[in-house]
């Protein structure tokens, strides 16, 4: 395993684990987990070298923070522990945003206790709330950080302008957004602004949801209850054009003897040593294959490849529907 900073200070794998995959938002999101197989998983990321371990609270929701609790006790030293707050999760399955103070630091402790920690190394607005100025948020942040309880600070899915006025208020470690292969719009002016402020990149869905990993030919491979069943770039009139893409991934992939994700996962590391992508994974077998992808070293000649089958917009489809896309870039 390879390491990069996060920020001026904090260290991590070259590749973190999305534990996302294993308890998600509703049951089955990507397909059924097994725990025993989650636990393994969480094992062998260690055994490979792997620091940096991405949760929420959301995720469950609960039970994911629980299960990575379950897996690092006794080992807590080695490891980046990142989680996230930012929802209502009062009235469920309705969930809406809340990052008032008041929610932040309830957020922390729960996450704590349900970690089985005493300091939580990474702590993220999982999504920025319309309600509630960055500055009271990321204040309140600050305030877990002087009392010992959160290391770093991290946003997710900020817009540039939100992104400046949290910096003011206090250093940001790490933005975690969506970034790959088929969704390259945060090149324009996110990227930059992460790197001339010194905040590092936390790229998740980096396989574009397990797209372009090749494995998935056609919607009947998922399950009926798999979301990506209503992602609109896995819909019927989407898929196909998707494909397209996938098609050039492999061929790179053929010419370095690798997988088509571990070359997808190899051009997000090609793109800056403060991008650090978090690739989900709830098998041995997945996980093994994403992390030999700090290993794949692409040609200038790949990386012109990858840039003319995936332009940025080049896509077919918006990457969430209609809801969730009112909540990023605010």
């Known amino acids: 395993m390879k390491y990069r900073k996060l920020g001026t200070e904090l260290e991590v794998s070259a590749l973190g684990l ?12 990507y397909g059924k987990a097994d725990m025993a197989e989650s636990l393994a998983t969480l094992d062998r990321a260690i055994e490979l070298g792997v620091t940096f371990f991405d949760t929420a609270e959301v995720y469950g ?12 006790r006794g080992r807590r030293d080695r490891l980046v ?10 009235d469920l399955p309705n969930i809406g945003t809340d990052s008032s103070p008041a929610n932040v630091h309830r957020a922390c402790d ?3 206790l349900r970690l089985g920690i005493d300091t939580i190394d990474l702590f993220y607005q999982h999504r920025v709330d319309p309600d509630v100025p ?9 305030e877990l950080v002087q009392a010992g309880k959160v290391r770093y600070l991290g946003l997710s899915e900020a817009g540039a302008d939100t992104i400046r006025r949290a910096q003011k208020t206090h250093p940001i470690a790490a933005l975690q957004s969506e970034y790959s292969l088929w969704e390259r719009s945060i090149e324009e002016e996110i990227l930059p602004l992460c790197q001339d402020l010194n905040i590092g990149f936390v ?29 609109p770039r896995y819909s019927e009139e989407n898929f196909d054009q998707n494909l397209k893409l996938v098609d050039v991934v492999k061929t790179v992939a053929g010419r370095h003897g690798c997988s088509a994700a571990q ?10 040593d403060f991008v650090v992508p978090i690739p989900g994974s709830k098998r041995r077998a997945t996980l093994e294959d994403s992390m030999a992808a700090v290993d794949v070293k692409l040609t200038d000649a ?16 918006p990457r969430y529907g209609e809801a969730m896309m009112s909540m990023v870039r605010l």
């Open 18 to 29: 999305g534990c996302m995959p294993m308890f998600g938002i509703g049951a089955g999101m």
């Open 61 to 72: 929701p609960y039970k994911n923070e629980e299960l990575l609790g379950q897996a690092i």
């Open 81 to 90: 522990i990142a989680t996230k707050f930012g929802f209502d999760l009062t």
């Open 110 to 112: 729960a996450s704590l």
């Open 134 to 142: 960055i500055e009271e948020t990321v204040g309140a942040m600050a």
């Open 203 to 231: 790229p998740y869905s980096p396989l574009g949801r397990g797209f372009l990993t090749g494995q998935i030919k056609s919607r009947n491979d998922l399950d009926a209850d798999d979301y990506r069943l209503r992602d």
């Open 263 to 272: 070359v997808a996962l190899a051009w997000l590391l090609a793109q800056g």
């Open 302 to 317: 790949d990386l012109d490849e990858l840039e003319q089958a995936a332009p940025i917009g080049g896509t077919s489809g």
